[in-house]
């Protein structure tokens, strides 16, 4: 069965961390890019990070860089995001999804892998 299933997710002050997994199965995890997305209560799904299917090459959305890291380990078949000085506006659900052989697209409907999402809250 295919399945991505995140976890990590909670309730953070300001400033805190948190670090979300993505375990994948039913899959050849190495030959899928893998991204994680949000969506905030009103707002549009938005791409947050990918990292290649190799792990070489990681890609940011501007208003994450130098405060999250995503990074896979393909032993284990699972993506995480290390999330450090967060703020109330990174409060949304968090959802990775995988698309195999992918480029980094930033467009959720380029990834056939979806998990199901996690809640993150940062309050102020």
């Known amino acids: 069965q295919v399945q991505l299933v995140e976890s990590g997710g909670g309730l953070v002050q300001a400033g805190g961390s948190l670090r979300l997994s993505c375990a994948a199965s039913?899959?050849?995890?190495?030959?899928?890019?893998m991204a994680w997305f949000r969506q905030a209560p009103g707002k549009e799904r938005e791409f947050v990070a990918a990292i290649s299917y190799g792990g070489g090459i990681t890609y940011y959305v501007d208003p994450v860089k130098g405060r999250f890291t995503i990074s896979r380990d393909n032993g284990k078949s699972t993506v995480y995001l290390q999330m450090n000085s967060l703020k109330p506006e990174d409060t949304a659900v968090y959802c990775c999804?995988?698309?195999?052989w992918g480029s980094g697209s930033r467009n959720w409907n380029s990834y056939d892998l979806r998990g199901q999402g996690t809640q993150v809250t940062v309050s102020s």
């Open positions: 039913g899959v050849i995890f190495s030959s899928y890019t």
């Open positions: 999804a995988g698309d195999r």
